[in-house]
């Protein structure tokens, strides 16, 4: 089941160091499977507000996905975004290709049917 690296960048401060973790990150997680979804492209904001980029990987699954997080590769580069960009970034499991929230929806009807 695909997994998804979701990292919304705030407040980028142009610096040398964030083109160099561009470049290299590909090269961190093409080796678990990950390749990109989203990166520098658009967004329209339809509620809420969401200043700043997305980018979005997709791995084979979550532990692909976790084991790229917690790789050295990856943990060599990290501070190279960290120290010039606000991030807020998530690791997320998908839901299988013909999943049906069928299930989702008797728990969220029991939870607010239910005496408290």
């Known amino acids: ?19 160099e973790y561009v470049e290299r990150l590909p090269a961190t997680f093409e080796p678990y499977g990950g390749r990109y979804l989203v990166h520098a492209t658009q967004h329209e904001v339809k509620e809420g507000s969401w200043p700043g980029h997305v980018v979005m990987l997709g791995f084979p699954g979550i532990a692909e996905a976790q084991a790229w997080w917690d ?14 960009i ?23 009807r029991q939870a607010t049917t239910s005496p408290a």
């Open 1 to 19: 089941m695909t997994a998804y690296v979701i990292a919304h960048l705030q407040k980028a401060a142009p610096h040398p160091e964030i083109a």
């Open 71 to 84: 790789s050295p590769a990856y943990r060599e580069i990290a501070p190279l975004r960290s120290r010039h």
């Open 86 to 108: 606000e991030t807020d970034l998530i690791l997320v499991d998908g839901v299988p290709e013909n999943y049906v929230p069928t299930a989702a929806v008797t728990a969220l």
